[in-house]
């Protein structure tokens, strides 16, 4: 007995004509909230069509040295100050303080965005299999359910839904660790004894490079890119159930994903569970070509296709009544 799975990215829903990109997103915050794109570049430099593209493993690649050094330098504690042991701390406060508002104030607008997005249309609607299927979607939106009719019942949202009130599941895929080992700054050698003047001075440099105050901007500044991590193992662990009970699927469509790294573990969990499956992957104009192959090799996958959504188009849709003579 055939069994279904549907795995549904973004381009699902781009390919029906809505405005889901992360450049329309962009886009959307210059018209409705330009004091927060002005906040985002002003953290993260410049960040343009390709920045844009990649949103969300983009909010890990915050430069945090350079990031808390600028904070550090305008908050220098005042030795001479009665006051200096309370001033050690304004850099670390004020990196938390920035960047806790930057995530906030982005995460309200992501959600309000998501809210007003245009309806889909009718006439790109695919043809899926709805009964007995199962759907794994990344998309907020409900286009599964309100425009092919498909019951809730039969739909994982794992990153949320317009209906939940929970917050939606957003962000990159940079752990603590390694964003610790990217602020390491390999000191240079000491100088030889033999030169005093030039170890004094190189003395006085390391004590510039690692003082207190910057050291608490940079730990402030990794913790608050850490915590935009998106939640990947702890969804799996909360979805275990449904990813089990994919043991029986024979077919997985997977529509609209890109294959990009911050939400490969679901679809290699799915991979490593579906073994016998037969897949079919959509693929933009071979935007994602690499991405795919190198998907199909890592799982030894033999029998699958890759397609574009246009060619799903209903047949219905594709039906051109004329008017009788």
Same mark, same amino acid.
């Given at each position: ?157 794992? %990153? ?13 895929? $940079? ?49 608050? $890119? ?10 799996? %662990? ?14 997985? %469509? $997977? ?71």
């Amino acid at each position: 007995m055939e069994r279904h799975l549907y795995i549904i990215g973004n381009g699902f829903d781009l390919h029906h004509g809505i405005n889901s990109s992360y450049r329309n997103f962009r886009d959307w915050l210059y018209e409705n909230e330009p004091t927060v794109i002005q906040d985002i570049e002003e953290a993260y430099g410049c960040c343009d069509d390709e920045w844009w593209s990649d949103f969300e493993n983009q909010l890990g690649s915050l430069d945090i040295l350079e990031y808390a050094s600028a904070v550090a330098s305008e908050n220098v504690p005042d030795l001479m100050s009665d006051h200096c042991d309370r001033m050690w701390n304004d850099a670390q406060i004020e990196v938390e303080q920035s960047l806790d508002g930057l995530y906030s104030d982005l995460r309200s607008c992501f959600r309000n965005w998501i809210l007003q997005l245009n309806s889909p249309r009718e006439d790109k609607k695919i043809e899926l299999i709805r009964e007995g299927s199962r759907f794994l979607t990344f998309n907020y939106s409900k286009t599964l359910e309100n425009m092919y009719g498909v019951p809730s019942a039969q739909i994982l949202h794992i %990153h949320g839904c317009i209906d939940d009130n929970e917050e939606f599941v957003l962000g990159h895929c $940079v752990g603590e660790d390694e964003l610790r080992k990217m602020i390491i700054v390999n000191d240079p050698e000491p100088p030889s004894d033999d030169d005093p003047e030039a170890y004094e001075q190189w003395r006085m440099e390391m004590e510039d490079n690692h003082q207190l105050h910057q050291q608490l901007a940079e730990d402030a500044a990794v913790s608050g $890119v850490a915590s935009q991590q998106k939640t990947v193992k702890k969804l799996l %662990h909360r979805y275990k159930d449904f990813f089990d009970s994919l043991y029986d699927v024979t077919h997985i %469509h $997977v529509y609209g994903m890109s294959f990009s790294e911050v939400d490969a573990p679901y679809l290699n969990m799915v991979a490593q569970i579906a073994r016998d499956a037969e897949w079919e992957i959509s693929d933009y104009q071979g935007y994602c070509e690499m991405e795919i192959t190198s998907f199909i090799d890592l799982h030894k996958i033999t029998n699958y296709k890759v397609i574009e959504l246009n060619t799903l188009i209903s047949r219905l849709q594709l039906e051109i009544d004329f008017p009788a003579n």
